[in-house]
């Protein structure tokens, strides 16, 4: 039925398959960054607390009778934590970009991305009303000329703090330019939580920026906290808002019980460790500078490579002698990548391998 799309596809080289994960492999191919997931006690512990609790399963909406003590928790906890007066969980990172970007824009707005933005929330994009723009990644000054152009109720900018892809970190000046021209920002943590900042909050935390009104913050669950879902920092009027217009918040089972507890103990552990974790953090910045004579801003190494040929081959011949990576090419990436992550959890000694095999690689 779809054989001419699919040879289409394979003739690019842009063919995909999942593959069940080679355990065996060391693993810096996933976004698990302080290897928070392998942590033994934290699931003992979440599976003790659970078993306290007479139901296991969220079973409905969060706006229907969904929405349980353990979600409310990790909320409070996440309120207080990054200075936000309201938190919303959700069931993923793609759910919860697919809940801002579809609701906050409306007919007479204007919705400005980062063109490196997420897939979920430029796939949202698509389905909008809205006036949509995007903006040249981290160009603040084409951003600014962009903020100054047409008449629009509302304005909306959407970023990353850290660049799924490239691993570039956001520019600080676009708080500015939102606080100045009084625009929502919406600000993808995916992959700063847990990577950057004093207490590894991410952006807002690094920039130290007091969160206002027009701030929204969206974090994952499936990346440095260990476990799965997400959640969306943001005041209580746009809170509000968003349990009265946001789909996957009314329309979908609430997240799952479990990994919403397994996010909580993995957060505190995270933040009662903080100092060990930035250390480690460091160091692996390190190897990557003295190998590759690169500055990563977070935790992804973003290795170019000339084709997607090359960047299956090298993923071949990586996972052989024993590492795994993210061989990502396009239309995920403009140009074929390694994804290169350096967990944390993985000994500096067994990195500093790996970095030296890849230096070898032709
Ligand atoms: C920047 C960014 N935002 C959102 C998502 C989606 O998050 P999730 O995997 O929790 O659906 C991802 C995940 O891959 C991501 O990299």
Redesign the pocket.
């Known amino acids: 039925m779809y054989s001419s799309e699919l040879n289409a596809i394979k003739k690019s080289n842009r063919f995909r398959k999942r593959e069940v994960c080679n355990t065996n492999l060391i693993d810096f191919a996933s ?1 698990d960054y302080l290897g928070l997931s392998e942590v033994k006690s934290l699931l003992l512990k979440t599976c003790k607390t659970m078993q306290s609790y007479g139901t296991h399963a969220p079973k409905s909406s969060q706006l229907v009778n969904g929405y349980h003590q353990i979600h409310k928790n990790f909320e409070e906890l996440l309120c207080k934590s990054n200075g936000f007066s309201s938190a919303l969980v959700l069931g ?6 697919l809940a801002l970007i579809e609701s906050l824009p409306r007919k007479k707005d204007l919705l400005i991305l980062d063109e490196e933005y ?1 897939a ?2 430029l796939f949202a994009s698509k389905l909008l009303d809205a006036t949509v723009w995007k903006f040249q990644h981290n160009n603040m000054d084409e951003l600014e000329k962009f903020l100054n152009k047409g008449d629009f109720k509302r304005v909306i900018v959407a970023v ?1 703090g850290i ?2 892809m490239s691993g570039n970190l956001l520019d600080k000046r676009v708080f500015e330019l939102c606080d100045k021209y009084k625009f929502l920002l919406i600000v ?1 943590e ?2 700063s939580v847990g990577v950057v900042g004093e207490k590894l909050l991410g952006v807002f935390d690094l920039y130290d920026i007091k969160p206002n009104k027009y701030h929204i913050k ?1 974090g ?4 440095a906290l260990g476990s ?3 959640y969306i920092l943001c005041s209580n009027h746009i809170s509000e808002y968003l349990q009265n217009r946001a789909k996957p918040l009314i329309y979908a089972t609430a997240p799952s019980l479990f990994d919403t507890e397994l996010a909580k103990e993995n957060f505190i552990y995270m933040c009662d460790n903080r100092e060990f974790f930035i250390g480690e953090i460091k160091k692996r910045k390190a190897i990557i500078k003295r190998y590759f004579g690169y500055d990563m801003d977070g935790l992804i190494f973003s290795y170019k490579l000339k084709s997607s040929q090359d960047v299956l081959r090298y993923r071949e011949e990586l996972a052989s002698a024993g590492f795994s990576v993210g061989a990502i090419r396009p239309p995920t990436v403009e140009i074929p990548i390694l994804r290169i992550i350096p967990r944390v959890s993985v000994e500096e000694k067994k990195f500093e391998e790996f970095c030296k095999y890849l230096v070898e690689l032709k």
Do not use: I, P, R
Request: proline share 0%; charged share 10%.
């Open positions: 976004n993923s990172g793609f759910l919860a970009n997420h979920s929330g990353e660049y799924s993808d995916a992959h969206m994952t669950l499936g990346k799965y879902g997400a």
